[in-house]
């Protein structure tokens, strides 16, 4: 084991596990392996964490910031989790700081974050709890209307002194940081597991399977695997069903333009940070579906992960049903990677949460309890 004290929760963004899925992969009839790198266990609860660490880290170096600036950031949520929670904690650090050495009081950064009225109270709750504000945006308005959670945020930047957008769809940091360490996390966790006749591995990443929101960590990922790793791995986008994000354009029709539940994944216009190039298929998935996923995923494996990781399974045996994914999945020592974002803290009380953990059977008292506790 090595431990280390860290300097505050900042230190605890990224190095997540990279767990096996083998009783799903079993229920799939798969012979490879079946991984997935879990990132709620990110200290903010999602792999956003890592690009918010990231560009407010690179804002301060390019001199960007100071203690009078207020950022401003449009966001489904995690990312604007990752960045209140990094404003938090320097407040504390530039105000001690100051206090310090300056004898005076000082403020860090006030954060303001834009949140389309869809996604979750938890993550409005969460955002409030680390001093956060919050505006609600019609999710419905599209991304370049002036009521979006984008056109809402452009405008609070104007108005408001100090005010900057750090910009996730823009900012090349979003991609570089998983480039830089979820891609290089993964491919170091599979080629220090050595290959045994039980577990046999080709000691490379073989196939990653990833939603898509910003596109930050797909294209991030897929430049450091085939850049550095392995060029032939096969990277694999999921866009929720109503999104434009997949290739082929075809793919996009069914249900085009309409409205769905998973949160995180999925726009009405493809952000510069998605580079399509970087990706080598596509799946479409829907609400249900993605539920089911991940309903099997707590129920099998025990992982509290949010819907967008429901996405990614639901997406992976969507995958594995092309005759490339079917060559693979069986094919043992084949590493396929799945990326789970986030966890169900973000959703816990959300009706598709509720219903699949309150009234799945068993619902009631099973019997054995019930003949107990009989009066
Ligand atoms: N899942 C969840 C829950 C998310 O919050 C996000 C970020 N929007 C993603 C997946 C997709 O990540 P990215 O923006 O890097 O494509």
Redesign the pocket.
């Known amino acids: 084991m090595h431990q280390q004290i860290i300097d505050n929760a900042l230190g605890a963004v990224g190095n997540t596990p990279l767990v096996r899925l083998d009783k799903i992969a079993a229920q799939l009839g798969l012979k490879c392996n079946l991984l997935a790198k879990l990132?709620c266990l990110n200290v903010g609860g999602?792999?956003?964490d890592r690009?918010a660490k990231a560009m407010i880290e690179a804002a301060e170096r390019e001199g960007k910031l100071n203690k009078d600036s207020v950022i401003i950031e449009p966001?489904?949520?995690?990312?604007g989790i990752g960045i209140a929670m990094a404003s938090a904690i320097k407040v504390k650090i530039v105000f001690f700081y100051m206090k310090q050495l300056l004898n005076t009081t000082a403020k860090g950064y006030r954060c303001i974050i834009t949140l389309p009225d869809k996604m979750s109270v938890e993550k409005e709750a969460a955002l409030r709890a680390l001093g956060a504000e919050v505006v609600r945006t019609p999710t419905s308005a599209a991304w370049d209307s002036p009521e979006s959670h984008i056109g809402i945020a452009k405008k609070l930047e104007k108005a408001i002194p100090g005010g900057i957008i750090l910009d996730?769809y823009r900012n090349k940091n979003?991609?570089l940081i998983?480039e830089l360490s979820t891609g290089p996390e993964i491919i170091e966790a599979i080629v220090s597991t050595p290959s045994t006749p039980e577990r046999p591995s080709s000691g490379k990443v073989d196939v990653v399977i990833?939603?898509?929101?910003?596109?930050?960590?797909?294209?991030?990922i897929s430049r450091a695997v085939k850049k550095t790793h392995n060029k032939d791995c096969i990277v694999v986008g999921v866009d929720p069903k109503g999104s434009i994000l997949a290739v082929p354009e075809a793919l996009n029709e069914e249900d085009n333009g309409k409205a769905y539940i998973?949160?995180?994944?999925g726009y009405d216009f493809i952000?510069d940070?998605?580079v399509r190039d970087e990706v080598d298929s596509w799946v479409k998935t829907g609400d249900d579906e993605s539920f089911a996923a991940v309903r099997s995923l707590m129920r099998n494996e025990g992982l509290l992960v949010?819907?967008?990781?429901g996405?990614?399974l639901c997406g992976a045996e969507k995958w594995f049903a092309t005759s490339i994914g079917q060559k693979v999945g069986q094919t043992e020592g084949m590493n396929v990677v799945l990326?789970l974002?986030?966890g169900i803290r973000?959703y816990m009380s959300k009706p598709w949460f509720l219903d699949m953990a309150l009234h799945a059977e068993p619902s009631d008292l099973s019997k054995s309890i019930a003949d107990v506790l009989k009066p």
């Open positions: 990132e999602s792999i956003k690009i966001t489904s949520g995690n990312t996730q979003n991609p998983h990833c939603g898509a929101g910003t596109g930050g960590t797909i294209t991030g998973v949160e995180g994944i952000p940070v998605l949010g819907g967008s990781s996405s990614a990326l974002a986030d973000n």
